[in-house]
């Protein structure tokens, strides 16, 4: 790694050299999401330069926390995977993210406000069990945001997988979800729920869908933390 040392022989000052460089806990938290592949880990730092990207990954690397390995039956295409070390890290980042929901003001959090990020989150934690067992395709059309990122489909395969699109995937669409951006957010980030934020919502499809979607929803991992601030 090559940002300046502490200098310092105690053992937190040399963990952040390795964890506290730009971008390196917000990548820890992809990794330990499931995230392997580059241009998966780039879906969850949409605001994160390639090339940076691609350092910290060889940062991580070196330090011995993420090893790359080839896809076998793809050509030059790699994997990331924590190592023992790296999974070792797992509760340093979950209480990192529960310190900042429990005392990072919302109206600071809600300032940073990104729609890709948002769905991809969405996306690996929607929980399909309340959904119809066949494949059910949700839109969220987020009608505060210019056309380019207004809409959105997650498409919910029966064996419980699911894909977002960034384009029209060509499926029926099963529930139309029309809100805008802070809203969903904040229900998201746990600071709301979708009883409380009714009138900013528009359904268009089935009742069974639109009333259960608190439950199939999902949140971030961290809405569990109560939150302490404003």
Same mark, same amino acid.
């Given at each position: 790694?090559?940002? +300046?040392?502490?200098?310092?022989?105690?053992?937190?000052?040399?963990? +952040?050299?390795?964890?506290?460089?730009? =971008?390196?806990?917000?990548?820890?938290?992809?990794?330990?999401?499931?995230?392997?592949?580059?241009?998966?880990?780039?879906?969850?730092?949409?605001? $994160?330069?390639?090339?940076?990207?691609?350092?910290?990954?060889? &940062?991580?690397?070196?330090?011995?926390?993420?090893?790359?390995?080839?896809?076998?039956?793809?050509?030059? @295409?790699?994997?990331?995977?924590?190592?023992?070390?790296?999974? &070792?890290?797992?509760?340093?980042?979950? +209480? $990192?993210?529960?310190?900042?929901?429990? =005392?990072?003001?919302?109206?600071?959090?809600?300032? #940073?406000?990104?729609?890709?990020?948002?769905? =991809?989150?969405?996306?690996?934690?929607? #929980?399909?069990?309340?959904?119809?067992?066949?494949?059910?395709?949700?839109?969220? @059309?987020?009608?505060?945001?210019?056309?380019?990122?207004?809409?959105?489909?997650? !498409? @919910?395969?029966?064996?419980?997988? !699911?894909?977002?699109?960034?384009?029209?995937?060509?499926?029926?669409? &099963?529930?139309? !979800?029309?809100?805008?951006?802070?809203?969903?957010?904040?229900? =998201?980030?746990?600071?709301? &729920?979708?009883?409380?934020?009714?009138?900013?919502?528009?359904?268009?499809?089935? #009742?069974?869908?639109?009333?259960?979607?608190?439950?199939?929803?999902?949140?971030?991992?961290?809405?569990?933390?109560?939150?302490?601030?404003?």
């Amino acid at each position: 790694m090559t940002h +300046a040392s502490y200098k310092q022989f105690c053992p937190l000052a040399m963990a +952040a050299e390795l964890l506290c460089t730009r =971008w390196t806990m917000v990548l820890m938290r992809e990794l330990l999401a499931g995230s392997a592949r580059f241009n998966d880990l780039r879906r969850g730092v949409p605001k $994160m330069s390639p090339t940076l990207l691609s350092q910290r990954l060889k &940062d991580l690397e070196e330090a011995g926390i993420v090893e790359r390995r080839p896809v076998p039956s793809e050509r030059g @295409v790699f994997e990331y995977s924590l190592t023992e070390p790296g999974r &070792d890290l797992r509760d340093v980042v979950i +209480a $990192m993210g529960m310190w900042g929901q429990k =005392w990072v003001e919302s109206s600071l959090s809600l300032k #940073n406000l990104d729609p890709s990020l948002l769905m =991809w989150d969405m996306r690996r934690n929607l #929980n399909p069990e309340p959904l119809p067992k066949r494949r059910t395709v949700i839109q969220f @059309v987020y009608h505060d945001l210019p056309s380019t990122k207004r809409d959105w489909w997650l !498409v @919910v395969e029966p064996i419980g997988e !699911v894909d977002l699109c960034w384009a029209d995937p060509g499926f029926e669409i &099963d529930l139309y !979800v029309s809100t805008d951006l802070r809203t969903m957010t904040a229900i =998201w980030m746990g600071v709301t &729920d979708v009883a409380s934020e009714r009138e900013k919502f528009e359904f268009t499809g089935p #009742n069974e869908l639109s009333s259960t979607i608190q439950t199939w929803l999902g949140l971030s991992p961290f809405a569990v933390q109560k939150k302490l601030v404003a």
